[in-house]
């Protein structure tokens, strides 16, 4: 009796999970919020403020920090991968800094230490609304924050990841192999 041999290609494939990613609502559309500094009658964005800012800045690096302070007293924590401006908000995907900084934004994420996400912004074009509220019609990003009472109860976490969302292969099942009678023996 003979056995016979099957050779089939294998491919090993290593997923690098780097350091991880946050996604969030920045900032939500229509929200009044009367946290804004100066704007004691409130203020809030409408949908689209940040379409032109994202497509002029997304090769500079937009920042994710732990605080809207300049200097070196604001820790980076990591840098925008993706931004949608939808009809309810700016929704953002932010990949964490492999660094001792980012690697603690991280794990204070995914602790619950932050309660929401805050805009650093340049209001370029505002107006009165007829009820009296600022609104900002289109804004230059310039960072965001993670922050404990973010001014915009809409500005939330949605998701601290392991890894950008990855299709995986199905596992991969060998053949079936089968013995066949020597016909020489």
């Known amino acids: ?4 041999t099957l050779s089939v290609p294998l491919e090993l494939r290593f997923v690098d999970d780097g350091p991880g990613y946050l996604e969030g609502i920045a900032v939500p559309y229509g929200e ?10 409130g203020e809030r964005f409408i949908a689209g403020a940040f379409t032109a ?39 953002t995907r932010w990949r964490f800094y492999d660094t001792p900084s980012g690697q603690e934004g991280r794990a204070e994420a995914r602790a619950g230490t932050y309660g929401g996400l ?12 007829a009820d009296g509220v600022r609104e900002v019609l289109e804004a230059q990003l310039h960072h965001v924050a993670l922050v404990d009472e973010p001014a915009y109860s809409g500005a939330r976490l949605l998701a ?8 995986r292969p199905a596992p991969w099942e060998p053949p079936e192999i089968h013995e066949f009678p020597d016909p020489w023996s």
């Open 1 to 4: 009796m003979s056995t016979e």
């Open 53 to 91: 800012s994202l497509a002029a800045r997304a090769a500079s690096g937009i920042r994710l920090v732990d605080s809207h302070l300049e200097g070196f007293v604001r820790r980076p924590y990591g840098v925008l991968a993706e931004a949608e401006d939808r009809d309810d908000g700016l929704w």
């Open 160 to 167: 601290v990841r392991e890894a950008a969302t990855v299709e």
């Open 32 to 41: 009044v919020t009367y946290l804004a500094a100066g704007e004691p009658r």
């Open 118 to 129: 805050s805009v650093g912004f340049k209001a370029v074009r505002q107006r009165r609304a």
